[in-house]
């Protein structure tokens, strides 16, 4: 049976807390667990949203534990249903707010067993943040990936004690998220990966002691990277750098392919924001399982 364990609390006070601030705390928490958008996606465009309705799943927040820390995450899988392939679904910077919780629901709608686990649950609430260079500084950037790869871990676990096959298992990310599924590639138990204009070279620090160039030749898993010809933030060069770091790599690295989409700005996916491109997001998202279906996810 999937999710015994399904919890949604967002009640209870923090010591010394008042209702008012545990008003403002638990509105936070529901934005951060798929219920609602981050206050720094502002403004939405509500009107374009895709809207994925639960009927036939079972969907949700739920906690599961990482060297003594709980993890809180939102899932969603057809109900009734086990032995299912798993997807990881990774984060904006903005966390697990409705539209990363919907697109849980389109892969539930799609026959998978989708987790989004709060990868900065541990350094701050992401949703409350209005000033996105607040949120970037005080949250994001104190974010380690050794933790990260850690709590996906965590996620592919509790996926495998809750109806998930884990001979199965594909992630994919956006963004931040996007480097991150290149990261996870190269190191965690899936088969395939879908990267979503995740930044492929950085600075190397403490925190971010490698990049997905860094990795590029030791991937695990083949990855599809989806691009925007006009990202300003991921300059088209970096793409082909990484095409030369893969071809000299693995099996799983020389398999890799890009798509990048002409005109296409960053974040052309998100349904919510300006800038969606629906063309792109809709042959973006037949890719994605096309590509999982590829390697054997399904």
Not at 8 to 13: G, H, K, R, T
Not at 33 to 49: D, E, F, K, N
Not at 80 to 90: D, E, H, R, Y
Request: hydrophobic share 45%; aromatic share 10%.
């Amino acid at each position: 049976m999937l999710c015994d364990d399904l919890t949604i609390e967002f009640d209870a006070l923090v010591p010394g807390q008042t209702t008012e601030q545990g008003a403002t705390r638990r509105t936070a928490l529901k934005v951060a667990l798929g219920v609602g958008y981050a206050a720094a996606t502002m403004p939405i465009m509500a009107q374009t949203a895709i809207k994925t309705s639960t009927e036939g799943l079972k969907s949700g927040t739920v906690n599961f534990e990482v060297a003594g820390f709980s993890v809180p995450a939102y899932f969603a899988a057809p109900a009734g249903k086990t032995n299912l392939p798993v997807v990881l679904v990774v984060q904006e910077i903005f966390g697990v707010h409705e539209y990363i919780a919907d697109t849980c629901r389109r892969f539930a709608k799609a026959g998978y067993l989708a987790i989004a686990p709060e990868l900065y649950a541990r350094q701050g609430e992401p949703a409350k943040y209005t000033d996105m260079a607040k949120l970037m500084a005080e949250v994001v950037a104190k974010v380690p990936d050794a933790q990260v790869m850690a709590d996906l871990d965590g996620a592919v676990k509790w996926a495998g004690a809750h109806g998930g096959d884990l001979a199965r298992v594909a992630i994919t990310g956006f963004c931040w998220g996007g480097r991150i599924t290149w990261l996870y590639a190269a190191q965690g138990p899936v088969k395939a990966a879908v990267a979503w204009y995740g930044r492929l070279v950085g600075a190397n620090t403490d925190l971010t002691p490698k990049n997905p160039i860094d990795l590029a030749a030791v991937m695990r898993a083949p990855v599809l990277g989806l691009y925007g010809e006009k990202d300003g933030g991921i300059p088209l060069d970096t793409i082909d750098k990484m095409k030369t770091a893969l071809a000299s790599g693995t099996a799983a690295s020389k398999a890799a392919q890009f798509v990048v989409y002409p005109d296409a700005p960053h974040a052309f996916h998100a349904d919510y924001r300006p800038s969606f491109r629906q063309g792109p997001a809709e042959d973006g998202w037949r890719r994605c399982l096309e590509w999982f279906k590829a390697n054997g996810v399904v």
